[in-house]
């Protein structure tokens, strides 16, 4: 019998791998396809790729047709490498030349790329929702209805779910493949960022660039990339939104290209909106900039932008409504974690006691200078006014970081904003008092805030040579011996930088991996496995964890979200004693405390 099941899951996993190249050769042929015929750079293409590929599987979620539409998904893509296949074949293709910007990039993102398959879930988030979202789609092939009790957060945007969801089903369910999937879209993210560069013979734009976007991860520890958090890549949404606003002079293409990207990071989350309005405000700007290029009347110009900065913002804006009109319908009698004036009478009333107390710990909390998110904030501050003190005085030109800090503080200042009215009225009393997630909340905002100086520093550096490279190559680009001598020193330091903080990352999430056996999700799958059900039918059964309350696993709910994941399963109460063991289908010792019987650790039918 063992043998047998071993043939059969040996064949599964042949059979997965089959399909897995299958899709990643479509994902190429969509990439060559915007790239050859839609004229998208290459460094968007991956985005605008996922972001697509996205939309269309939410359209498809919607309407009940999940399962087909990514069949549709992946053979279009086919289609389309078939076509590359046939310009390879023709010679119609060239070959990009080794850059070095590209290798070293290229070899960056491989790294962390490979590293994702060998991590675990760990966080709590991920089996509340994220991960479980996942496992549900792959399971049912369809979205959550009002009546699945299995998921307590089901109003939640699925946005991202969906890719995990594609990628998954055609190349394993494992968590590595979770992990590498969104970790995928958060490296494309970095790749359209560096598309921001024009001039391309300038290496000291790309390790500047890339030194930034090592530092980011510095914001990032409490949102690590081992687990389906999306607090990080939504900023890195934005950013590479306005990345690619930045570059493209071609108002249609623009907004091509804006649509998808935008329209995908609405649902990305709920916060998803306000990332994608940041985003989308620069990009209607860019559009009357790039009119303005063109020349004729200005009345003429407002007509031609003003259809497409609208056709832009409503194409932002209609994924994240249509998720709220199906929420309103769909899901009409579920009662969502954040309800807006949701409490009344006696209730509303403490509640509005507690209020000040709230206030008072989140200005606290905000100004609190042991606060990662408040030092970035302060040290890009300084670092924007340094800049744009220093360009002035030294290289007598006016950099645009000093005018660009006070729309990123008005848009932080926003979102601050609407973090503390989320505690004080929408969410839950006991999280509001605890500022539940202050902190992967704040790093976001500082993220966006250091993302958008970041590129604006890119693009005043790169207007500031004194010597512009012409037809004779960068062997005439400098405009002295030392200051040759100076440009390889900077690219030396940001690359030096930049590698340490790189090492500082991979090493950590090394650390976080071969500790995973003695969290509580590795415990748990040590105990119960990782099932996936044929058919997605839950577990019938009712099970009873013993666990103790060591970190606050069970009084904070996390052991019980972990078990109905493995488990996959509604029924399952996690207490600190075995006491009515009897009215039990399954008892789950985790932790055998002295008072129990040794036999009983483990999992008694």
Request: proline share 4%; hydrophobic share 50%; charged share 20%.
């Amino acid at each position: 019998m063992r043998s047998g099941r071993t043939r059969l899951c040996a064949g599964r996993k042949e059979g997965e791998k089959t399909v897995g190249i299958l899709m990643v050769l479509s994902l190429w042929g969509y990439c060559f396809v915007l790239c050859r015929k839609g004229g998208v750079p290459f460094w968007w293409a991956p985005l605008v790729c996922a972001s697509g590929i996205s939309l269309a599987l939410f359209g498809g979620a919607l309407s009940g047709r999940l399962a087909d539409m990514s069949g549709l998904v992946l053979a279009g893509g086919l289609l389309c490498f078939l076509y590359f296949s046939a310009c390879a074949w023709r010679g119609k293709i060239r070959l990009p030349g080794w850059r070095a910007e590209v290798v070293c990039i290229g070899a960056g993102m491989a790294v962390f790329a490979l590293l994702s398959l060998r991590l675990r879930l760990t966080h709590y988030d991920n089996f509340s929702h994220w991960a479980l979202i996942v496992k549900y789609l792959l399971l049912a092939e369809e979205l959550p209805q009002a009546g699945d009790a299995l998921l307590a957060f089901r109003d939640y945007p699925p946005g991202m779910s969906l890719i995990l969801f594609y990628v998954c089903r055609y190349a394993g369910h494992s968590q590595g493949m979770m992990l590498l999937a969104q970790n995928s879209v958060i490296l494309s993210c970095f790749l359209a960022m560096f598309g921001i560069v024009k001039e391309r013979r300038r290496f000291l734009l790309y390790s500047f660039l890339g030194m930034g976007c090592a530092m980011l991860s510095y914001l990032n520890l409490t949102i690590r990339i081992n687990n389906l958090l999306v607090d990080f890549l939504l900023p890195l949404l934005a950013l590479a939104s306005v990345a690619c606003a930045y570059r493209e002079t071609d108002n249609r293409r623009l907004c091509a290209v804006q649509i998808p990207l935008l329209g995908f990071t609405g649902i990305v989350k709920g916060t998803g909106l306000f990332f994608a309005g940041v985003a989308g405000v620069y990009a209607v700007w860019r559009l009357f900039q790039n009119a303005r290029g063109t020349g004729g009347k200005r009345g003429r110009r407002m007509a031609v932008c003003l259809p497409a900065a609208l056709l832009t913002l409503a194409g932002a804006a209609a994924p994240a409504l249509l998720w709220q009109r199906h929420v309103e319908t769909d899901l009409a009698d579920f009662e969502g974690k954040f309800q807006a004036g949701a409490g009344t009478g006696a209730g509303e009333a403490a509640r509005a006691r507690l209020r000040p107390q709230i206030a008072e710990d989140f200005l606290r909390a905000f100004l609190d200078p042991a606060d990662r998110a408040f030092q970035v904030i302060a040290l890009a501050v300084l670092l924007a006014l340094a800049a744009a003190l220093w360009s002035r005085l030294a290289l007598r030109r006016r950099w645009k970081v000093g005018w660009v800090l006070l729309p990123a503080l008005a848009a932080v200042a926003a979102y601050y904003g609407g973090m503390l009215y989320m505690y004080l009225f929408t969410m839950p009393e006991e999280e509001a008092l605890q500022l539940a997630g202050f902190d992967r909340y704040a790093c976001s905002a500082a993220t966006l805030f250091a993302g958008l100086l970041l590129l604006c520093a890119v693009t005043d550096m790169e207007g500031s040579f004194a010597v512009d490279i012409d037809e004779r190559g960068p062997y005439r680009a400098y405009s002295s011996p030392a200051a040759k001598r100076r440009y390889q020193y900077a690219v030396l330091a940001t690359i030096l930088v930049g590698v340490n903080f790189l090492y500082s990352e991979y090493s950590g999430l090394l650390v976080i991996r071969s500790s995973y056996e003695a969290s509580l999700p590795g415990r748990a799958r040590a105990l119960v496995g990782d099932r996936w059900p044929a058919g997605g039918r839950a577990d019938p059964r009712r099970y009873l964890v013993v666990a103790s309350d060591a970190g606050g696993q069970v009084s904070s709910g996390e052991a019980g979200y972990v078990f109905r994941y493995f488990l996959w399963a509604e029924h399952v109460d996690v207490k600190e004693t075995a006491e009515g063991a009897d009215g039990y289908d399954c008892v789950i010792v985790l932790d055998p405390e002295p008072a129990l019987a040794p036999s009983l650790s483990g999992v008694v039918e």
